[in-house]
T-cell receptor
């Protein structure tokens, strides 16, 4: 059964630091990968989607990459801000013909001024 | 922008009651999903629907049913609520024809007493 690990589970950093959040799948056969953020008590907000033919996506200060050979994804946050404080979740699909996402348990990020 | 709304942000019900959670989207997406989110367990898929009147079981369908009579609306039904169904319930939608982003609603925090 596919399991998703996110490391670290929690992170507290001063404003301005560059951050790397990690996501790894026990079965490296991952086809599509989506990163989300979740604020306390709220729903998920989509950040980046890496489709099966892609290896990387960028949006503003965020960059996500997917290494399919190892089943690992990295979310890079540049110049972190207090507004980036949230839980970050990765989720992937196991095949081309499914829309079902398998979620990691998240990294809780706090950026302090 | 995709808008996904859920009927209630907070709900308190008694054991044995029949509970309806509703999700409405305004983007004409074919796919709709119901998840529950619990501390330490992450997001788990309950049911999903890929068209009107079509549904498939997710990973934890026991104790739940769903209804999709119109494309924009997907309802989750707890036939007889139990305390172990106390959770955060999240609805998501997705376009088909390839893999596209899943968009989430704000969530319903359900407490069963």
């Amino acid at each position: 059964k596919q399991e998703v690990t996110q490391i670290p589970a929690a992170l507290s950093v001063p404003e301005g630091e560059n951050l790397v959040l990690n996501c790894s799948f026990t079965d490296s056969a991952i086809y599509n990968l989506q990163w989300f953020r979740q604020d306390p008590g709220k729903g998920l907000t989509s950040l980046l989607l890496i489709q099966s033919s892609q290896r990387e996506q960028t949006s503003g200060r965020l960059n996500a990459s997917l290494d399919k050979s190892s089943g690992r994804s990295t979310l890079y946050i540049a110049a972190s801000q207090p507004g980036d404080s949230a839980t970050y979740l990765c989720a992937g699909t196991e095949s081309y013909n499914t829309d079902k996402l398998i979620f990691g348990t998240g990294t809780r990020l706090q950026v302090f001024p | 922008d995709v808008k996904v709304t859920q009927s209630s942000r907070y709900l308190v019900k008694r054991t044995g009651e029949k509970v309806f959670l509703e999700c409405v989207q305004d983007m004409d997406h074919e796919n709709m999903f119901w998840y529950r989110q619990d501390p330490g367990l992450g997001l788990r898929l309950i049911y999903f629907s890929y068209d009107v009147k079509m549904k498939e079981k997710g990973d934890i369908p026991e104790g739940y049913s769903v209804s999709r009579e119109k494309k924009e609306r997907f309802s989750l039904i707890l036939e007889s609520a139990s305390t172990n169904q106390t959770s955060m319930y999240l609805c998501a939608t997705q376009e088909t024809g390839g893999f596209y982003e899943q968009y989430f609603g704000p969530g319903t925090r359900l407490t069963v007493t």
